[in-house]
Each structure stands twice: as C-alpha cells, then as structure tokens.
C-alpha cells in the first residue's frame, strides 16, 4: 500500500531537548516536504526536498532543520525545541497530489 | 505573493443538501494546480479532487465538483448530497512552481440531521 508513514503521532517533551520527527514514504517520490498546521494559519510549509540531499526552506523554517539522505526517508529535526513550535506537524510526499503522513502532534511545554 | 484565501470560517448544511466551500486564489504563474482536502476530527488530510489551471472542464470525483472559475481566480468545492461523515475541516491548496504548496486557513463544515 502506498504510503507516507509518520513517528511518533504524539510528543511531549519540554523545552530545549533535541527531537526528531521521522518520515517514510515507498511511492519512490522525489519530492516531500514538512508542514505545520495551526488553528486559523492552515499549512505552513517548513522544509522541502526536490531530492536526495537537496534541501530548502519554506515559508516558517526556523527552529527547523531536515536531512535526505537517501529517497524514502525525510526527518524533521528541532534541535532546541520552544513552546511556539507546539503545533500539528505533516511529512507529505509529492507523485501527483500530495501524499501525507498522518500528522504528529507536538507539545513543548 | 502567491495566496490562497477561504473566507468561510465555518459552514452548516443540512444533511443531503449541497454545500459550497469557497476558495480563491493569488498567483502570477500560468502553470498551477488546485487542490481540495479534508481533514476529519481524526486529524489524517483526505486528497478529494485537483484542477489544474490548463483543464477545461471542471474536475468532478463522486459527490465533489470543483468550480474552477479562472478570470475570477475561484477554485469553489461543492459537494451535493452532503452526508454527516462530511463534516470536517475542509483546506483548498495551490500547487505553484517548484511544487510548493501554499494552503487556505480552511473551512469547518458541519452537517445537520
């Protein structure tokens, strides 16, 4: 089944602490991209790859960082977690529309 | 700026009438793609139906249409016979160069029985 597979779906952590978010897709897709999703601001894309090792921003990529290493796999790294990052985050894939993780919710307290 | 605009911050509609979510659009690109989601309260986003901006006939999948008006820059979602599982949260999206992806603030529609 064709998929974009998203961990954990849940997170708490506090502020500070190095957390990653991973992401997996088996469509063989060249492009996938990270969004975070808050009441009233819809999707706000943080980072997206075209491909294997090339990265860039999107529109709110602070406090972010991303990797591809290798096609299927794109994680979403915050390093220094803050409060305002406490969000509903999606990992999606692009082969026609857009493919997405089932979401993963994130509170930093 | 490329800019997509729901005005609806919420809708009702009563079980098995049609409903109309509005969604326009801001780009200067001659090549886009439109897209409409659900999200449930279950938080998964649902792919329903695309336009692109070079289709001539407005797409349809099931019970969803799309009014792609392209003078007008509306890209409105209609979905007839509404049933109680449409009630959700509802995102129109812009598919821009480069395959970015610029989405609405969206539209939560809840049906009535």
């Known amino acids: 089944e064709a998929q974009v597979t998203q961990n954990p779906r849940y997170l708490i952590t506090v502020t500070g602490k190095k957390l990653t978010v991973t992401c997996s897709q088996n469509?063989?897709?060249?492009?996938m991209s990270w969004y975070r999703q808050d009441p009233g601001l819809g999707l706000r894309q943080i980072y997206y790859s075209m491909n294997v090792e090339v990265t860039d921003k999107g529109d709110v990529p602070e406090g972010y960082k991303v990797s591809r290493k290798e096609k299927r796999n794109f994680p979403l790294i915050l390093e220094s977690p803050s409060p305002n990052q406490t969000s509903l985050y999606f990992c999606?894939?692009?082969?026609?529309?857009?493919?997405f993780g089932n979401g993963t919710r994130l509170t930093v307290t | 700026a490329q800019k997509i605009t729901q005005t609806q911050p919420g809708m009702f509609v009563q079980e098995k009438e049609a409903v109309t979510l509005d969604c326009t659009y801001d780009?200067?690109?001659?090549?886009?793609?439109l897209f409409w989601y659900k999200q449930p309260s279950s938080g998964e986003m649902i792919f329903l139906i695309y336009?692109?901006?070079?289709?001539?006939q407005n797409a349809t999948e099931g019970r969803y249409s799309l009014n792609f008006q392209k003078a007008r820059k509306s890209a409105n979602l209609v979905i007839s016979a509404s049933q109680l599982g449409d009630s959700a949260m509802y995102f129109c999206?812009?598919?821009?160069?480069?395959?970015?992806?610029?989405f609405g603030a969206g539209t939560i529609l809840r049906v009535k029985s």
């Open positions: 999606a894939s692009i082969g026609g529309p857009l493919h």
């Open positions: 469509m063989n897709h060249e492009y």
């Open positions: 999206a812009m598919r821009r160069y480069g395959n970015k992806l610029v």
């Open positions: 336009q692109g901006s070079y289709d001539q």
């Open positions: 780009t200067s690109d001659p090549s886009y793609g």
